[in-house]
């Protein structure tokens, strides 16, 4: 395989081939608009399906490549693209990949052909518009784990925003408009802070250089911040990502967005756009900022935050009457556990940390899709409205329950490694936020059992469950690749703990040795 | 992946059938997979490809509901012409559920025959793959195989087997036929992985997999609140223990560097004796211990577990998952037997919950209740032997306890068995559990009639039957220790050790006395004196098919005679002394010796028999009194009984420990998490006072700017040329 | 002769002013808009004699953008009688906050 895509070049090309596919998709999209307007509207929704659903499956298997071309013990920045963009301000096309942002950049690419199917049926008012949304959303999500250019990445972390905004805004439920509003000021508060923050680095960094530059790779080697000023940075940096992950208290945005987009807004959202935030943490804040992160008031603040967020969120979700809503906070407790791991800054909890990222989108986005199917053939996500359906949707409810374990994080599921890493780790250096953090796993169980018990066990009592069917070929076929990931990952997770191990390694090394004030060149990249 | 190619040192059992040790859990594995398979594929009937087209054709989904014959009667029996149809996949589930279980015996047997010939100074460990190599942290799916593991193995899939053949006489009319076989060979699995998993993690897949399964089966007549809500709690409670067992690993890992068992057990002992890493190490994991066996605090899930199918309790919730805590504590004997306070609130714990299980047994009605409670007392006094360093006697136990009381539980099985149908041929929806409602049932069910009998005896301590070896060799133990040993020498919250283990032993003793009393009482009431099932009913009262007795005749031999495995040196007339203690010494001898300072236990021959003696006597006492003061032929049907009053009620209730975890701990939780943190900080301050209040700040800024505009052109022209006319002025005038 | 231009400029400009202030027809209005602009083309022809052409150009530049504000806001105004059979200012508050 690997000499296979180093005959045809695939490393030199794949990032913007990545990045620019979903574009000429919805530019075919649009195409097919204009070309079918006088057809019936059935047919060409069912055209345009088929169209998106191409573009996302050519766009996964294009990427799965990246598997075997990229070599993630090499701390050069993998199949990389520099590419001049605007020269006045030195701003560059830089792309490039570790193992971290591969395993993201994969879990976007083959979670989107999921998300799509999963709204097979359920959109069906102005599917083109969807569709294109859905492909530009995909550019934005890529670009962001991708770039290696501060102003890249800032117009990759804003692009997401608004097809995002109309996707939950336009095809979501009852109270959309206050949702997507939510979401959008939300995050817009959040990253324009760190819109400043880019900018003075920029500054800074170009001062440095002689002349204008926003490379990453130019600010981390070259450019030495005062404790104070690195500080003030991080803050900015933080707050943008903080909102995104979410953490508590800045997590109010995410239960009405799942609960108000569409079941592939939900899906995209928990399963991908969550870990733009925990990512950006792990690329930019914290070896940009090793110092501020290194503070001990600091870092205690951020474990404190996550430890409240496990807690909170389990706890929150607990008495949740939506069953939508209930996912959402069980994701800002999943989410708690990244920060957990990330900020205990070991090899062990790291790796957890990401780990459990890759659980997250996993087990929550297929819990977001059988919520998904059942509403769409029950009109209701209220859990008191269901009740022992077991026996009328088998399979639902066997995949319900073994997703719903994942999410538990019992072990033999990829639920368990992740936050077991996250939480082993985590105690040597923070032993009582890790103790504490441990208690999620009996909240965990007690919130999803309660809730599983409730919708597919107990009597049935409610004769209009009676009449819902079962899951069908294609929601099987979609929810399946979840399911192996699921037992994969929490048999075997070698292979993909392998791929983030050294990149993990080598930020831990850096941020300890660079807070310490060596000079250490653990993460100096030969361009 | 392949196990054969990773080279496995120069073990001796390398060279036997014991390389094939993987092939142990992977049999009852693959039972899970087809069962599974055909459970789904009977089941299951997939969706039209458009779920959100209309539901006009409703489905025939209320048919046939299933629910079990534990299901306390009212079950499908209204309908009148109700013919139980075996499910269609009914034959091949019957084959493969308890063939791959015969199948794991068979390789056990094997691997046991092999164990015997070589030296077993080193456990076997089989490296299979690469887990989680992460950092420091290197987890390999290893299995361990020593002689401890393999008294488990042989016990699980030697019981297990039985259980499963029982299984299929017991639940061959219900419809989730394969789906109930699918998760007991998954339970058999997970159970496996629990007893041969080469580290502590991986010992932990095992011990959540058997709760998880233990959830699964607990509520598999799920359709009954009542059984889903059990099998919630025993997940959830269990949890709480498993709480313990993470921090005991986070513990070990960051104080030892390791987690495989053997690294652990190696660096543990070189840790300062009693010192506060070790001591939190041990109480943490029995913490876990406590949730997974049923101890006090934790206790209170095991008896709501009888919910689930009758040998689901027999084989899960008696024979092999709750005494996981008992194997957890002799497989960390190192680690225990380093923390001799840990080893004293162990044995404190298992003598309270010996005795405070053994009350509430005196006046349970349910007759799998009786069992339950029954068997969180022996338990307890398993977590005595091996609390005070006992390990063997505490294992052994293990082994007689899972002879004897699956055996009680099978048993109670048929009873309920042929209650059950009695009543449903005549319709009536009486409690087929209550043994107020049973009574004379030794004329109807002769077989299981003896064959409980023998259990009863065996679990009461009559000499020469299982249960009087192991608790006589627990009690022994406990007593042998008072002095000279690390115990007696340290001290619980200021009590001395050794008036601690006499505070055991004392509950040891108590308990015993009461064993005899409510297993005497609960076979009076069952099978002695008149029958109160009802007139129509007595009619269908008959033995039990023999796919159901046959397996209880093996266990009721098993019952009998297991206390040969390790007799003692006082009886060394009778058999081999002490086999099974020289069959754990690899395993368990250094830390046994650690306890007892390094001497064997030494006691008088006059105490030796003053001991025993006196067991024996109260094994009697309890049984003639129970035969004296219980009067089975004055009992009236439960319909008819009046209810309890003062102590009796309070024991019947349980002494209301649920009622009050539920107002202490449970509705609290909900209640702060509902109106505080969701209501309140969520909802209220977060989203009401900072999110929409400032959203809310800017639409007063935005109405104030607003009363501005009154809409008139006029206006608009007057502040304009007002405004024109004062900067015109204010520059002229500078 | 730049001094009366300007006056004249400056008398206009007020008339301008004072009907766009009293009036309350909307055609009036605007045509005392138009009135305003027209006194600054004036001024600025004016000077143009002193300051040189660019005046002039500005004069032509303002009398497009005049001419196409007259095509709009009639076109308003007509819309809105239309609407509102009235052209009276006092009885369109649109704006009103």
């Not at chain 2, 299981?448 to 249960?467: C, D, E, Q, R, V």
Request: glycine share 10%; with cysteine; aromatic share 12%.
């Amino acid at each position: 395989m690997t000499a296979f895509l180093s005959s045809i070049n695939y490393n030199a090309w794949i990032l913007p081939v990545l990045l620019l596919l979903p574009l000429f998709g919805a530019l075919g999209i649009w195409a097919h608009a204009l070309v079918s307007a006088k057809d019936p509207a059935e047919k060409r929704w069912r055209e345009v399906r088929l169209l998106a659903f191409w573009f996302f499956l050519i766009e996964a298997i294009l990427s799965l490549g990246l598997w075997w071309s990229i070599d993630p013990a090499n701390p050069a920045w993998q199949a990389m693209v520099d590419l001049p963009w605007i020269p006045q301000w030195g701003v560059r096309f830089t792309v490039g990949l570790d193992g971290i942002a591969l395993t993201l950049v994969l879990l976007t690419t083959l979670m989107m052909p999921l998300a799509v199917l999963g709204s097979w049926t359920s959109i069906r008012t102005k599917p083109h518009a969807y569709y294109v949304m859905l492909l530009l959303l995909t550019i934005g999500m890529l670009g962001v784990f991708l770039s290696l250019d501060l102003v890249l990445f800032y117009v990759m972390w804003e692009i997401m925003l608004v097809p995002m905004y109309m996707i939950i805004g336009v095809w979501g439920g009852e109270r959309r408009l206050y949702a997507a509003i939510k979401f959008f000021i939300y995050t817009m508060i959040g990253s324009l802070l760190m819109l400043v923050a880019i900018l003075y680095l920029g500054y800074v960094s170009s001062k440095v250089a002689g002349s204008p530059t926003f490379s990453y790779d130019f600010i981390i080697n070259n450019v030495a911040l005062r404790p104070e000023t690195s500080l003030w940075l991080f803050g900015a940096f933080a707050l943008a990502f903080a909102v995104k992950v979410p953490m508590f208290p800045f997590h109010t945005w995410l239960p009405d967005a799942h609960v108000e987009a569409p079941t592939a807004g939900s899906v995209i959202l928990a399963a991908i756009m969550l870990k733009m935030g925990t990512f950006g943490f792990i690329r930019f804040a914290l070896p940009l900022f090793p110092s501020a992160v290194m503070n001990p008031a600091v870092r205690g603040f951020v474990v404190a935050l996550a430890v409240i967020g496990i807690i909170y969120g389990s706890l929150v979700a607990l008495v949740q009457p939506d069953f939508k809503k209930l996912v959402a906070y069980s994701s800002v407790s999943h989410l708690g556990f990244v920060m957990l791991g990330i900020f205990a800054m070991n090899v062990e909890s790291m790796q957890g940390a990401l780990m459990v990222n890759i659980n997250h989108g996993v087990s929550t986005g297929a819990l977001f899709l059988l919520v998904g199917m059942i509403y769409e053939r029950r009109h209701t996500r209220m859990i008191e409205d269901y009740g022992g359906i077991a026996k009328v949707v088998p399979i639902f409810a066997t995949i319900l329950t073994i997703v719903s374990l994942s999410s538990i994080g019992v072990p033999g599921t990829n639920g368990f490694i992740g936050e077991f890493l996250v939480l082993v780790g985590s105690y040597k250096t923070q032993p009582v936020a890790s103790v504490i953090s441990a208690t999620a796993v009996i909240f965990a169980a007690a919130y999803l059992l309660w809730a599983l018990q409730r919708i597919i066990y107990n009597p049935l009592t409610k004769p209009e469950n009676a009449a819902i069917k079962d899951l069908n070929w294609r929601e099987i076929g979609l929810l399946t690749p979840l399911l192996i990931a699921i037992l994969w990952l929490g048999v075997y997770p070698k292979p993909l703990l392998d791929k983030t191990e050294p990149a993990a390694r080598r930020l831990v090394e850096y941020v300890h040795a660079t807070a310490a004030g060596v000079n250490n060149s653990a993460l100096n990249r030969s361009r | 992946m392949n196990p054969a190619l990773i080279p496995e040192g120069a073990h001796p059992l390398a060279a036997t059938i014991a390389r094939l040790v993987w092939l142990l859990p992977l049999l009852p594995l693959a039972g899970f997979l087809i069962n599974g398979t055909l459970a789904m594929l009977g089941a299951a009937k997939v969706g039209p490809a458009d779920p959100s087209a209309g539901h006009d054709h409703a489905g025939d989904a209320h048919g046939h509901d299933a629910h079990g014959h534990d299901a306390h009667g009212h079950d499908s029996a209204h309908d009148d012409h109700h013919v139980p149809v075996r499910h269609k996949f009914a034959p091949i589930v019957s084959l493969i559920g308890p063939g791959v279980l015969v199948a794991a015996f068979g390789l056990a047997v094997a691997c046991f025959f092999a164990m015997r010939g070589v030296s077993m100074e080193h456990p076997y460990i089989v490296t299979l793959y690469q887990w989680m190599p992460v950092g420091d942290l290197n987890l390999n799916a290893t299995m361990l195989l020593d002689p401890l593991s393999m008294v488990m193995v042989l016990v699980i899939t030697g019981v297990g087997m039985l259980i499963h053949v029982f299984s299929v006489g017991y639940m061959q009319d219900d419809p989730g036929y394969p789906r109930y076989f699918a998760y007991l060979n998954l339970f058999v699995f997970f159970m496996l992985m629990l007893v041969l998993g080469g580290s502590y993690p991986l010992l932990f897949v095992g011990w959540e997999g058997v709760g998880l399964c233990s959830y699964l089966l607990i509520g598999f007549w799920f359709s009954e609140k009542a059984n889903a809500d059990a099998g919630k709690k025993a997940f959830i409670v269990n949890r709480i223990g498993d709480f313990g067992f993470l921090v005991a690993m986070f513990l070990m890992f960051s104080n030892l560097g390791t987690l495989d068992i053997g690294g652990v057990a190696a660096k543990a002992v070189e840790l300062p004796m009693g010192g506060a890493v070790i001591t939190a190490i041990a109480l943490f994991l029995f913490l876990g211990c406590t949730g997974k066996s049923a101890q006090i605090p934790l206790y209170v899930w095991l008896p709501d577990a009888m919910a689930g199918p009758t040998p689901v309790s027999a084989l899960i919730h008696a024979a092999t998952m709750v005494t996981a805590g008992v194997y957890l504590v002799a497989r960390s004997s190192a680690i225990f037997s380093m923390a001799p306070v840990a080893q004293l609130t162990v044995a404190l714990v298992g003598g309270l919950t010996a005795f405070f299980a053994a009350t509430i047994g005196l006046k349970q009605w349910d007759i799998k209740k009786v069992l339950a409670y029954s068997t969180v007392s022996q338990l307890g006094y398993m977590f005595v032997g091996v609390g005070v360093g006992a390990y063997t006697a505490g294992v052994f136990h293990l082994v007689t306890h899972a002879f004897f009381k699956a055996l009680l539980f099978l048993g109670s099985g048929s009873v309920i068995f042929v209650m059950h149908a009695a009543y449903h041929h005549t319709h009536n929806h009486d409690d087929a559990q209550d043994m107020r409602n049973m009574g004379g049932l030794k004329q109807y069910m002769p077989v299981t009639f003896y064959l409980m009998w023998t259990a009863t005896l065996a679990i009461a301590g009559i000499p020469l039957f299982s249960g009087f070896f192991s608790k006589d060799e627990i009690l022994g133990s406990v007593f042998a220790r008072v002095s000279h040993s690390t115990l007696a020498e340290s001290s619980l919250l200021g009590i001395p050790g050794g008036t601690v283990l006499l505070v055991v032993y004392g509950l040891g003793l108590a308990s015993a006395l009461m064993t005899a009393i409510y297993m005497t009482r609960m076979m009076l009431y069952t099978f002695h004196g008149p029958n109160r099932t009802g007139e129509a009913e007595r009619a269908h009262l008959k033995e039990a098919p023999w796919i159901m007795t046959g397996p209880l005749v093996v266990l009721a031999v098993l019952a009998a005679f297991g206390g040969w495995l390790n007799v003692p040196e006082l009886l060394s007339a009778i058999g081999p002394v002490g086999s099974l203690e020289h069959w754990l010494e690899p395993v368990v001898g250094a830390a046994t010796l650690r306890t007892t300072l390094g001497a064997a236990p030494e006691m008088a021959h006059q105490t030796e028999l003053l001991l025993v003696g006196t067991a024996i006597a109260i094994a009697m006492a309890g049984i003639a009194f129970a035969v004296i003061r219980l009067k089975p032929a004055a009992l009236v049907p439960k319909k008819d009984y009046p209810a309890a009053e003062g102590i009796d009620r309070v024991l019947e209730n349980k002494y209301f420990v649920d009622e009050g975890y539920d107002a202490a701990f449970v509705r609290p939780t909900v209640g702060v998490s509902r109106a505080v943190l969701w209501k309140g900080v969520d909802a209220g301050i977060i989203d009401g006072l900072f999110v929409n209040g400032s959203a809310l700040l800017m639409r007063a800024f935005g109405w104030m700017g607003s009363q501005l505009q009154t809409g008139q052109l006029g206006t608009y022209a007057w502040v304009l040329l007002i405004g024109a006319i004062t900067i015109l002025g204010a520059f002229t005038l500078r | 002769m730049l001094g009366e231009a300007l006056a004249l400029s400056a008398v206009l400009f007020t008339i301008g002013v004072i009907g766009v202030l009293t009036r309350r027809n909307a055609i009036i209005i605007f045509m005392c808009v138009e009135l305003m602009l027209n006194a600054v083309n004036l001024s600025f022809v004016a000077l143009s004699k002193v300051y040189g052409a660019t005046g002039q150009v500005f004069v032509v530049f303002t009398m497009t953008v005049a001419a196409a504000e007259a095509a709009v806001g009639l076109a308003i105004i007509i819309a809105i009688f239309r609407h509102q059979r009235s052209v009276n200012l006092q009885n369109i508050n649109l704006l009103k906050g």
